[in-house]
């Protein structure tokens, strides 16, 4: 069984390397992100909250986190293994976490301020199976639509200037104490997330001495 956990500031490409980690290797990907966004694109009472925190600034307390990861994990369906991203976002979370899980490393993506900007304002999500696209690093093969469902692309409610510089900010404020908690435990692997995904993957591979990876046809 192999356990992951994958980290980085926003636009590292978190969930693209979690999915591309997962492929091959059995393991089920958890993104915290993508599960407050099914909330919210649902219109569930917990989304109907999120939603309302997000479009004011806020950020999801920790509670509210905590349990959503705790209530995906004791689903139990990663007999292989898991890679989560998007947690924990800082000391808090990771002390949670770090109380009733083990893994077996955590990746960080490092990627310079300028090219996460570039990055996340270039991002867009399907409306309806909710699926990330990137204009820049991923096209879609169809301008404006999904490449698996063919639904329409839409930039994400917190995907602004103003909004990727207040999570920015969080990143660089909460990384260090994350990080200081985790290494005490856990294995941590720093890797360059600015050569195209494929590099990138490869590289994730060779520092925790997994099979290589090839990309599919």
Not at 16 to 35: E, F, K, N, P
Not at 58 to 86: P, Y
Not at 144 to 171: I, Q
Request: aromatic share 4%; charged share 30%; proline share 6%.
């Amino acid at each position: 069984m192999r356990k992951y956990v994958v980290m980085g500031v926003p636009g590292g490409g978190k969930g693209t390397q979690a999915r591309m980690l997962c492929r091959d290797l059995g393991l089920v990907h958890i993104s915290v992100g993508a599960i407050f966004r099914w909330h919210v694109r649902n219109h569930t009472r917990l989304g109907t909250r999120v939603r309302r925190v997000i479009a004011g600034g806020g950020l999801v307390d920790d509670e509210t986190v905590n349990r959503v990861v705790r209530e995906r994990l004791d689903q139990h369906d990663w007999n292989h293994g898991f890679v989560i991203d998007g947690f924990p976002r800082n000391r808090a979370q990771a002390e949670f976490f770090a109380e009733r899980y083990d893994v077996d490393a955590v990746v960080l993506l490092d990627l310079p301020d300028e090219e996460a900007r570039r990055r996340v304002l270039a991002r867009r999500l399907c409306a309806r199976c909710g699926r990330d696209h990137n204009l820049v690093a991923h096209p879609p093969r169809t301008p404006g639509r999904c490449d698996a469902c063919g639904g329409e692309l839409v930039a994400r409610e917190d995907d602004t200037p103003e909004a990727v510089e207040a999570r920015l900010r969080e990143h660089h404020a909460t990384i260090g104490p994350v990080l200081e908690l985790l290494r005490g435990k856990e294995p941590v692997v720093e890797v360059d997330a600015r050569p195209d995904p494929v590099t990138v993957q490869r590289s994730i591979r060779a520092a925790l001495g997994l099979p290589p990876y090839e990309p599919e046809d």
